[in-house]
């Protein structure tokens, strides 16, 4: 029988199996880590070989419409316009978008991933600062807020990547 690496186990429920806590529950996913590694002649899992959770899947594919679906919204604006426009609600999709994608990565332990989306949010969030304050519904709150937020994904997205980087998930 084939061992899975323990990074892809998952529950019954299909849900993603708990970090193990102690030194023997590393341990044991280190053994069993390493009989894979034996059994497939040394060979790293392919990602085809990762079970990732059906709820990841939904937030990652409903993410990727909706950042890449901003496109379309801007060049049906712009067709409409009869000139290159940049419609409110392609900042809103950019975020939103970003955001799932941002939790994809951070779930499925991407570095790449979560680096490229959290800075992003820095012009997004910026965008929306400046729409919001056109418009005159920018409170000193929101404003705090967005900026905030846009931080702490930033941080969030860095420490996600010195932890690959530092070996945390090997």
Known sequence: ARVQPSVAKTSSAGRCAAKPSTASQRALVRARFGRYLQENHGRAPQPSEIVIPVFWHVIGTAGALIFYGRFYVQWIAS???????????FWYMSCLGSVMLMALAVATRSPI???SQSFNLVPYGRNLLHIWRE???LTPFRKRLVNIATVAVAIIALYLLWLVWSGEYK
Request: hydrophobic share 40%; no cysteine; charged share 20%.
């Open 79 to 89: 067709e409409r316009a009869g000139r290159s426009v940049m419609p409110i609600l």
């Open 113 to 115: 991933g979560a680096l």
């Open 135 to 137: 418009q005159g519904t």
